[in-house]
């Protein structure tokens, strides 16, 4: 019967393709990417607030570290081996103390062991200068911080995953810095990241660090570049851009449709072929669609991971479906992976001896970064403060600081005395400081800025300013003209616009950085040398052995917003 069978079933099928009748299609394929961005190297977890979509429920918890990202992704390469593990950029840079001790070679290095297999690169990944990112990528001690680089190994030998930058040009050559794309293959598909970051570069990074590069258009470099990828065999293509928008929508929430920010003006620019764009910089959690586009990013610190489920046409190879679904990190989820857990705890060993150094007593559990109507901050008058301080001795009158170095509160507890550790999270650039002429003209030119630089946060607009100087400001008046007349005092005197002061600033603001080009013209310049962080514990001890600690719990009203 057998024989009989199997010819007669050989001419059924061979009839039924020559009529065309109908057959099933192939299942597609499915490939998995998981998505991280904005890491700044939190080796461990963080205090994350959130609200839910899928409950409407709100949960304060301790989220990310290593251990929880590496063992969501052990549990998630168990059900597909081929999972891609992605970044999109500021992985390292303004750092936990842990961290950026150690050069974030120890960030690099759990990356690496947790299968990082490309990024873009972002703002913070120049903060060093475009040497020490290329330190970063290949390796080597030949650091501009040599206390700190290859002290924690003596042979780091760099990012294993590719660092991305389409639209980051050498002036020299007019080609890209980084490499502009990665072609990775999964289940026999060939994908092509391209990566970009934002074009304001220039204007958050020092100068001096990356001089000779020029940060060109995103969109237009990566629409230049998809010819390329194409052209090499690639059929899925999947932007990774650290440039980034809000949405008042919940950071889960499926389809999200109200985004606004930088990156939709970039989607809406790209190739119709570039349909999944991962995101950054502005550390917000959403899951969006514009204009049929995928965009998504995952919050910042490794709180959220983005997993993204791609269907792909297993004939023509090419995207069909996209699915995101943005994932907290809580503690415990997933059955350790142990030999990251192992990298942990043994950084925070060779760390914690310098970390939990008690420093001194602060005279409030908490000094905030939250700023007043005026645009003033507890913490910032405490380091502006410290900053005078430093370089009273060497003609200071006046010190300034931006709000975007502050990276954390100063956060100290019940028992009101500050470690090590908590106060170099607050500063972790390690940034010099600066002195410098301006004239009492220059410096009401400088306060004007504030209000005429572009694209800049309300919460990031004003500089923080140093005790015995004080101004008024009314936001009703016109640009250039917002700070009263007479309202600027040094000491309860009134500042002379035809007299010159000596000022300090930290070396990033010294070069014009944040757009506060006026920094840039002052005159006799003299970088000090004294990095902002040991000015900051310095004050804090001298202010605790005089019996009076420093900090406050509110602003000291320094600026007045009058309308």
Known sequence: MKNILRPLCAALAAACVLSGCATRPAAPLEIN?????????????GKFNYTSARDGKSATIQAGGIPAIAAALQAWRHEDKDLLFVGAG?????SPAMSSMWADEPSITALNMMGMRVSSVGNHEFDQGRHELLRQQNGGCASPRPEKACKLSLDFSGARFTYLAANVLDSAT????????????AKGVKLAFIGAVLKDTASVVMASGIAGLSFVDEADAINKTLAEVKAKGATVFVVLIHEGGSTEEAFDQPDCGKLKGPIVGIARRLDPALRLIISGHTHKGFQCKVDGRVITQAEMGGHVLSRIALKIDPETRTLRDIAVRNVVMKQGEYPADEAVAAYLKSVKARSDATLARPVARVAAKSVTRKANAAGETALGDLIADA????????????????VGG??????????????????????????????????????RALLEQQWTRPDVDADRRVLQVSRGFSYQWNDELPPGQKVLAGSMKLDGVPLDEARTYRIVANNFLAEGGDNFHLFAQAANKMNTQIRDIDAFVAHLVKSDRAGTPAGSAAPAMRIERVK
């Open 33 to 45: 990417l998981v998505a991280l961005n904005d890491f700044h190297g939190h080796l461990e977890a």
């Open 174 to 185: 007019g080609k890209p810095f980084l490499p502009a794309y990665r072609i990775e293959e």
């Open 90 to 94: 500021d992985l390292i840079g303004a």
């Open 387 to 402: 900053v005078l301080a430093a370089t009273r001795e060497q003609g200071a009158r006046i010190a300034f600081m931006n």
């Open 406 to 443: 502050m990276r954390k509160d100063l956060d100290v507890g019940e028992n009101l005395v500050s470690t090590y550790g908590q106060a170099q999270i607050v500063l972790p650039f390690a940034n010099t400081l600066v002195l410098m002429d301006m004239t009492g003209a220059q410096i």
